[in-house]
C-alpha cells in the first residue's frame, strides 16, 4: 500500500513583520508496514538579509591601494602602509570624522605625495571587482520579494567608485548601512543598532553576512542571525536552514 500526505499551513503575523511559512508532511507506507516521514518547514519572508559589501558583494585586496598610489609618487610601499592602515587615516575616513579632502591632505602631508586629489582618490579606489558567484543568489532573493541591504565599514570614495560601475547595489539593495555615514564601524554595537532602525525590522529578524568573524559576533551580539561568508553555495546552504526561499 502506498498513501502519500501533503499538508500545507500557511500564516501571517501581525506587527512590525510577516512572515508565511509552508509546512509539508510526506507519509509513505509500503507493504512490510514502514513508515518514511519527512517533514519541510519553508518560505520565510519574515526576515531582512544584511550583505557585507567587501569581500562578499565586491571583492578586493588592501595591497592593491599601495600598488596604485606607489605609482602615483616616489613614495615607498612601507610609507603608504603606514600613513594609510598603520595610522588612524583609513579608520577615521570609514567612521566619517575626516572627508575625503581631509584623508588627501592627511595623506600628502604624511607622504610627501604631490599628486592631484582626484588621482589619489582614484589610486585608493580602484581595487574592486564584483563577486560574480553571488550575483544570481542576490537577484534571486529580490525576485522573490525579500528586502535586502548592505552594511559595511567602507568610505566615501569606495562607495561612490563601486555605485558608478555597478548598479546591482542600487537596484538589489534597499538599504544602505554605511559606517562613513552612521558615524560607527563593526563589529562596534552602535552600528548594528543604526542599521537594524534602518531596516525597520525587529533584531531576530534580521540575517547578515559578513567575511570577518568578528564582525559577526557583533550581529550575534546585538540578537541578529549572521554567518561568516564561505563561499555562495555555503551562503545559500545557511539561507535555506533559516527557511528563506533560496533556488540558487
Not at 61 to 66: F, G, T
Amino acid at each position: 500500500m502506498l498513501r502519500a500526505v501533503f499538508k500545507i499551513t500557511e500564516f501571517v503575523s501581525g506587527g512590525k513583520t510577516q512572515q508565511t511559512r509552508c509546512f509539508v508532511s510526506v507519509e509513505v507506507d509500503i507493504f512490510l508496514g514502514c513508515t518514511f516521514r519527512y517533514e519541510m518547514t519553508r518560505f520565510r519572508n519574515d526576515l531582512f538579509l544584511y550583505f557585507d559589501l567587501g569581500n562578499v558583494i565586491a571583492l578586493f585586496d588592501h595591497e592593491l591601494i599601495v600598488r596604485n598610489l606607489a605609482g602615483l609618487s616616489d613614495v615607498s610601499d612601507s610609507e603608504i602602509r603606514q600613513s594609510v592602515f598603520e595610522s588612524d587615516l583609513l579608520l577615521d575616513y570609514e567612521r566619517g570624522t575626516v572627508t575625503t579632502t581631509e584623508f588627501y591632505n592627511n595623506y600628502c602631508s604624511a607622504t610627501g605625495c604631490s599628486a592631484a586629489e582626484s588621482d589619489v582618490v582614484f589610486a585608493a579606489s580602484n581595487i574592486f571587482r564584483i563577486n560574480a558567484s553571488i550575483i544570481p543568489l542576490v537577484s534571486h532573493l529580490k525576485q522573490v520579494g525579500y528586502r535586502l541591504g548592505i552594511l559595511s565599514n567602507t568610505c566615501e570614495a569606495h562607495w561612490k567608485f563601486l555605485l558608478q560601475r555597478y548598479c546591482i547595489l542600487d537596484k538589489f539593495f534597499d538599504v544602505h548601512a554605511l559606517s562613513y555615514r552612521l558615524n560607527a564601524l563593526k563589529p562596534e554595537s552602535e552600528i548594528y543598532v543604526k542599521a537594524g532602525e534602518l531596516a525597520g525590522i525587529d533584531a531576530e529578524n534580521i540575517f547578515f553576512v559578513d567575511d570577518r568573524a568578528e564582525h559577526v559576533d557583533g550581529a550575534r551580539r546585538a540578537g541578529w542571525n549572521a554567518e561568516v561568508y564561505k563561499s555562495t553555495a555555503k551562503l545559500s546552504e545557511q539561507l535555506a536552514e533559516l527557511g528563506v526561499v533560496c533556488n540558487y
